[in-house]
Nanobody, 125 residues
Framework: QVQLVESGGGLVQPGGSLRLSCAAS????????MGWFRQAPGKEREFVAR????????WYGDSVKGRFTISRDNRENTVYLQMNSLKPEDTAFYYC??????????????????WGQGTQVTVSS
């Protein structure tokens, strides 16, 4: 078991930046690949980013490539999502998720066993 708690969401103007954090507790954090997903009202949950257990490999959804960066600190049991050049279409609830069994690129929400409660990101002027 692992518990995940996101923070860092809020209201930001278009073009601005936010950094989301996801703190993990429970099982050894470095045994999980971690991901970020988002869900806007009326839309399906969308893959945003994934990072492998060591932090050496990262994958991104097409809509955020070049703007968002996922990273992790295994000593602090935390995964981050740095979001730059934010757009109104980035408005969504953002969730972090943990995958204990799979390796390589995994973009489906069904590949992740544990989920946080989410944090709201609103991009608006």
């Amino acid at each position: 078991q692992v518990q995940l708690v996101e923070s860092g969401g809020g209201l930001v103007q278009p073009g601005g930046s936010l950094r989301l954090s996801c703190a993990a507790s429970g099982r050894t954090f470095s045994s999980f690949a971690m991901g970020w997903f988002r869900q806007a009202p009326g839309k399906e949950r969308e893959f945003v980013a994934r990072i492998n257990r060591s932090g050496s490999l990262r994958w991104y959804g097409d809509s955020v490539k070049g703007r968002f960066t996922i990273s992790r600190d295994n000593r602090e049991n935390t995964v981050y999502l740095q979001m730059n050049s934010l757009k109104p279409e980035d408005t969504a609830f953002y969730y972090c998720a943990a995958d204990s069994t799979r390796y390589g690129p995994r973009f489906s929400e069904h590949d992740y066993e544990y989920w946080g409660q989410g944090t709201q990101v609103t991009v608006s002027s």
